[in-house]
């Protein structure tokens, strides 16, 4: 299998553990996708702090724009590699309180019905769930 992973992901999730070759291009949304489906399929992974910090001021407007784009698409998820239990802890680096951060944490779903929303902790939570098949509906 061929993954698409963008070119602006600066720590692309690896797949290591699956037969996939990533190839790095320029994506028009979202962080991986599929050759010949980068119209239809996206999936935007936002590490906590990436994800506090686009909760805020200009980066809340840019990632708002972000998830609308993403939500035209056919097969689409936001996958969170943070537990709430890590939102509580504050376990980032801003001066966003915990509540603040939780209530932002509703955004994607919110915004964008029915957009996926899955969060597990780090990247190991992440091997669990594609190897399960829950990012893609």
Sequence with gaps: MRIIADTREQRPFP???????VERTALPTADYSLPGFE?????ERKELGDLVGCLMG????RFERELRRLSTYELKA??????MRDVADGMYRSEMKPHAVAIGLRLPGALLRPLPVVRRPGRRGV??????GEILP
């Design 58 to 61: 200009s980066n809340r407007e």
């Design 78 to 83: 936001v996958v969170i590699e943070a537990s």
């Design 39 to 43: 119209d239809r399929v996206g999936i």
């Design 15 to 21: 797949f290591t553990k699956y037969e996939a070759d």
């Design 127 to 132: 091997h669990h769930i594609l190897a399960l």
